[in-house]
């Protein structure tokens, strides 16, 4: 009956090999899919950039003119639900990528992929933050010029108000408390409360604006603030590998240095050695040489004796 245990043991290994292979394949497409959330998260990141610059515009054509279309003021609109609706996606976006992510405290043990994801969440979080602070300044501008504005026009109206007036003006969103007393009997003075009322309704869409995108902001920049210390670690610790590299190399040098001296003392050694032997040799070739001399002398001088003329 024929041997089975080598076929068993090729059975084993191929199904290992088939394993690993598996699991490699679900392992690339898992990046694979991580890389495209990334790029597609950080796609709509830039186009919120790109919106804030617009709404920049927008608020720049409503304060120079003294009666903004009303056109203008649809499309800025228009812009801050966009910039809400893909600033939500993007939120969701980066707490689904946190959601995968190991725990901060095994995050040095953990794989190069989730080093790799967590870098790149990081990164995302940060820039994202970057971007809705240009935006919430952006806003907080155009409310301060926007009341500066108003208060201009009613010092026009013969009105004169603090600034802590002016914000109960704009926190009780009732404008009359100011200008009910006002006489409209000039040209200039119905401009100038036609204008009144137009930048407070700017500034009342402005704030409900502010109020839904502010628990995001906020979250976002605490998650970042957190995100930093860790990031923060490893440039510190990619530094302390790069001068432990160069010492390494400074190390390797000296022990190059030295084993090369060590090596010319070891060679200068086995001369003097060689030296030493050869003068020996010679010394007891030459006490040789002088030994048989005499001896062969002293044979020729007892023959001679022997055999006398």
């Known amino acids: 009956m024929r041997d089975r245990l080598a076929d068993l043991n090729e059975g084993r290994q191929n199904a290992s090999e088939d394993g690993a292979v598996s699991v490699s394949m679900e392992r690339d497409g898992f990046m694979q899919d991580f ?20 709404v920049k515009k927008k608020h720049s054509g409503i304060l120079s ?3 903004p279309d009303e056109r203008t ?7 801050t639900i966009e910039i ?46 970057e971007v809705m602070t240009q935006y919430n300044e952006a806003q907080m501008s155009f409310r301060e010029k926007s009341k500066s504005r108003i208060q201009r026009q009613l010092e026009i109206t013969g009105r004169i108000t603090t600034n802590e007036e002016l914000e109960e003006m ?8 100011f200008t009910s007393d006002i006489i409209s009997d000039s ?22 604006s ?8 906020v979250d976002m920049a605490m998650l970042v603030e957190t995100q930093g210390e860790m990031i923060d670690n490893i440039e ?28 010319r003392k070891h060679i200068i050694l086995a001369l003097i050695v060689l030296v030493v032997l050869a003068v020996v040799a010679l010394i007891v070739g030459l006490s040789v040489g002088l030994s048989v001399k005499t001896n062969t002398n002293s044979a020729s001088s007892s023959s001679n004796a022997a055999n006398p003329s």
């Open 73 to 79: 003021k649809e499309e800025l609109e228009q812009l």
């Open 65 to 67: 003119a003294p009666n």
């Open 236 to 263: 510190k610790n990619v530094n302390n590998a790069v001068e432990y590299v160069g010492q390494a190399k400074v190390e390797t040098k000296k022990a190059v240095r030295y084993q090369t001296q060590a090596r």
């Open 84 to 129: 809400k609706k893909n600033a939500n996606f993007v939120r969701t976006s980066l707490k689904s990528m946190q959601h995968n992510l190991p725990p901060e405290e095994q995050i040095n043990q953990a794989s190069v992929d989730a080093r790799i994801q967590k870098t790149q969440y990081t990164n995302l979080s940060r820039k994202f933050v």
């Open 170 to 177: 704009l926190e009780t969103g009732n404008p009359s408390i």
């Open 35 to 54: 890389f495209r959330k990334v790029g597609e998260v950080r796609g709509v990141i830039d186009k919120i950039s790109s919106q804030v610059n617009e």
């Open 210 to 217: 502010i109020k839904e995108l502010h628990d995001m902001f």
């Open 187 to 208: 040209q200039i003075t119905r401009q100038a409360l036609n204008e009144i009322e137009s930048r407070h309704k700017d500034i009342l869409r402005l704030e409900s």
